[in-house]
């Protein structure tokens, strides 16, 4: 079954600078790939996706891009800011299958 | 803008009894997933829901569950005989149809089991 690698597991940076979070996923058939941010007692919120006839999307200061040919897809962040502090998870699913979660990103935004 | 509710928000209860988690999802929605988070670990799949039956489960998801969608916009899920480690935050989630639609979770049941 598929598997997603994600890194690195925690992330500290200036407010101000990007963050850029990567995952790596195992099965070629995959096509759906969200990124979800979790705050502390929260359910995930979906922030942004990208679908696998795409190589990269952008939406504000959030983008992504997906290497299909290396599987892995990349979750970048300008201009962080401390709001932007939370646990960042990727996914992958085919279809209607399930969604395989990364093991999360503890994002810091120092101030 | 629609969302998917979850209750209670924390349940509290004793090993070896029975628990209910209740979800709503998005109304016109027709996929329906419950997941679980362990403490500091990463989301995963229990089992999906479409068409009033299981469509898929994962290796977590044994006897001791079930699901039940009794009417036209609860998703439960239950856990027959809790086990402490069945501690965790459920979460449901739930698209509208299509391959690549987006899941939209709750906000989630923090199960504690004494």
């Known amino acids: 079954g598929e598997n997603v690698e994600q890194h690195p597991s925690t992330l500290s940076v200036q407010e101000g600078d990007s963050a850029v979070i990567k995952c790596t996923y195992s099965d070629s058939a995959s096509n759906y790939f969200p990124w979800y941010k979790q705050e502390l007692g929260k359910g995930p919120q979906l922030i942004i996706d990208i679908r696998s006839n795409v190589g990269e999307k952008k939406d504000q200061r959030i983008a992504v891009t997906l290497n299909k040919t290396a599987k892995h897809f990349s979750l970048h962040i300008t201009e962080t800011q401390p709001e932007d502090s939370a646990v960042y998870f990727c996914a992958a699913s085919i279809g209607n299958t399930p969604l395989v979660f990364g093991k999360g990103t503890r994002l810091s935004v120092i101030a | 803008e629609p969302e998917v509710t979850q209750t209670p928000s924390h349940q509290v209860t004793q090993m070896g009894q029975e628990v209910i988690l209740r979800c709503v999802p998005i109304s016109n929605h027709l996929y329906f997933y419950w997941y679980r988070q362990i403490l500091g670990q990463k989301v995963e799949f229990l089992v999906s829901?479409?068409?009033?039956?299981?469509?898929?489960k994962s290796e977590i998801f044994d006897d001791q569950f079930s699901v039940e969608r009794p009417d036209g916009s609860n998703f439960t899920l239950k856990i027959r005989s809790t086990k402490l480690e069945d501690s965790a935050m459920y979460f449901c989630?739930?698209?509208?149809?299509?391959?690549?639609?987006?899941?939209?979770f709750g906000p989630g049941t923090r199960l504690t089991v004494l």
């Open positions: 989630a739930s698209k509208t149809s299509g391959s690549t639609d987006t899941q939209y």
């Open positions: 829901f479409y068409n009033n039956e299981i469509s898929e």
